[in-house]
Each structure stands twice: as C-alpha cells, then as structure tokens.
C-alpha cells in the first residue's frame, strides 16, 4: 500500500512539473492559430478577388469576353445599348484590382495569380481600344461611357507603373484619344460631374491635354454639395444611398491628391476632404451588425461589398481613424463578405456575377443596371494592394463597433464631425 502512494505522488510531482511545458506548447498552438487565421484572412480576399476576375481577364485577354459572357440586364431595362456591359464591367474591376495588381512579383502562390492577372489585364487595356479586336469597348455611343471610362483612367491613377507605362505607345494614345472625345457627353449634374473631372485628372498626370475646368467645376460643385457630418448630397437634392461610397468620396479625393501633387491646391483643402471621408468610414464601420451584415437602402445595392469603398481605400492608404485600427477594419470586412458571397447564386454557371444582393435576385436592379456594373464590389479588394506581412493583415482581429455594443463590451461614444 505505501509503495502504491509513493507511486501516485510521484506520477502527480511529474504531472505538475509538465503541466507548464504543455501550458506553453498550448499557447504556441495557440499563437500559431491566430497567425493562420490572419494568413486565412489575405488568403480569402485573394481567392475572392481571383473568383471575380478570373472569367473577365482571362476571356477579354484574348478578345473573348464579348462572345462568352452571359450578360444580364435588369427586367426593366432602359433600352440603351446593351453593349455598355462590357466597359462597365472591365473597368470597374480593374479600378478594383489595380493596387493589387501594383505589388512586386515573389515567389509565392498568390503572387502567380497576380502576375497572371496583371499579364490578362494589359492584353485586355489593349484590346478595350482596338477597333480591329472583338472587345474594342463602346467609346462612342452612349454618354454611358463617361462613366466607366472614369474607371478607367482611376484604374491607371491608382497603378500607373504597372498598368499604364507596360502599355505600347499606340494604346496610350488610343486612350488619350478616347478619353478626350468623351467630352461630347454632357454629365448629369449629380455624381457625374467627378467622372469628367477624374478623365481630366488622369490626361493631367501623364501630360497630355486636358480641361482643367471639368476638373475645377467637378472639385467645386462637390464641396457645394456637403451637408455634414462626413456626407454628400449627389446634386442639389440629398438621398439616402452609397453614392457616397460607390463614387463621391472616393474619387474626390483622388482627384484631389493629383491636384495636391501638382501644386493646385493647399493641403488644407485635402485635409478636410480627408477628414471628411474617415468620418463616413466610421458611420460605414458602424453600419456593420454583429452578425456581419449592413442596412439595405438605396439605388445600386446590386453594387454589394462596393458600400465600403471609403473604408479600404483609407486602410489601402493608411489613413484610417485612429479609432478603426486595421485589425478591426480587417475582421469586419472580411465577415461581411463570408456573409455576402457565401451563396455559389451571386455566380452564373460560366462565373460571372449575376444580378442580385446576396445571390441571384434580379427585382432588386435598376433600369440602368446590367451585370456588368456589379464588379463595383471589387472596390472592398483595395486593401490587398497592402503587402502581406503589413500590419493591416498581420494584426490581431477584433471585433468591430456593433458587435462590441451588443454584446456587452466598451466601445466608443459616436459624435458628429463639423468642419
């Protein structure tokens, strides 16, 4: 009996002196699951971002897309030619991918999608202004046009040494030419008035001819248009929508940067520009339920993860409120689109997206919606224009504002920005 106690206190005196070593190979598993959580993050949003790109780049890389993509107009389609799908959908996607596609080549996996992509991309620039391709883009027959032309040349502003210099002198000119033209076009006095002042904006920074008033009328106007607290009304009368993402914030400030750039401006004015799109990327953030979902109001939902536009491009940037650390920002964007693309329906069977919000729910479009303009959502991918190891992707997740709230935990007390 005492050699049996003996016995059980030692197993117990060499049980007690391991259980540190497995405390500490816990926490190593431990840590080395965080870290792959982290690798799954990146992983996830390049594999989101190859889904969308891939059926687009590799067919128009070769003078295909025309011919094989499945195009879905809106059941109450206005009647314009439905061939403005194709510079709508190739152009938002590059706006989408370019920062993305800017990164130095390596030798990891992700960089082969990105180098195969970027090569697809400059196949395809060349054969949007080809008039002997199959893909050349409708440049001249609908005021549509200025739109996605306005992508276009964002597209080059946000990567010109991968995308714009790689191009042959002919093409460069094809769409000085193109962009130029578009100036026939009158644009609705909304939104649109900053499409002709990025055209310009883009003409400006590679020193060919521009108009600097479209780009002082679309500069002015917009500040004209600010009625607080971080928003825009897009034109004279205010509505509730994302065109503050989808467009208006975004690309005032870019434009605005170019201006800064080249001594056009004081850097007081970008300053408030600034301000005032971090203090929308917090209302964004707080749009963010607990469970991974956001309000749905407005014209152009079918324009999906494109709502946070404002937030990734300030992260992409490295200008996000202090209050929105990048692990934050990170967890929320990444659940809201587990949440968004997790029905194979947002997808037709040849890959490209269809119609809808959260699947296949063609009501829901406007008149002036087709497939194409959907790939506004490859907006939220400005971010993989990080590298891998930057902090935005290497943080911690954390929980975001609403899910803090709601469950209990301290977060912080929301107020208005006046400027």
Known sequence: MRILKITNLVVVLFAVTLLPI???ALSKKAKKAEVAKTET?????????WKLAEPVLSNMSKGEL???MQVELSPNWDGRNQKVTYMECFGRLMSGLAPWLALPNDDTPESKQRQQLREWALKSYKHAVDPESPDCLLWDKHGQALVDAAFLANSFLRAPKALWEPLDSITKQRYIINFQKL????PAYSNWLLFCGMIETFL???NAEFDMYRIQMSLRKTEE???GDGWYSDGEHFAFDYYNSFVIQPMYVEILEVMLAKKRITPERFDVALKRMQRHAQILERFVSPEGTFPVFGRSITYRMAVFQPLSLLAWREKLPADLPEGQVRNALTTVMKRMFASPRNFNDKGFL????????????DVYTNNGSLYLTSFVFLPLGLPANHSFWTSEPQDWTSKRAWNEGEFPKDKAFKN
Do not use: C, E, M
Request: net charge positive.
């Open 22 to 24: 497995q405390v500490s």
């Open 41 to 49: 993050d990146r992983a996830y949003w390049v594999n989101q971002a």
């Open 66 to 68: 025309q011919k094989n």
């Open 183 to 186: 100036r026939r076009f009158d």
């Open 204 to 206: 400006y920074s590679v």
């Open 225 to 227: 248009w600010y009625v």
């Open 354 to 365: 269809q119609l809808g919000f959260t699947g296949h729910q063609p009501n829901i479009a």
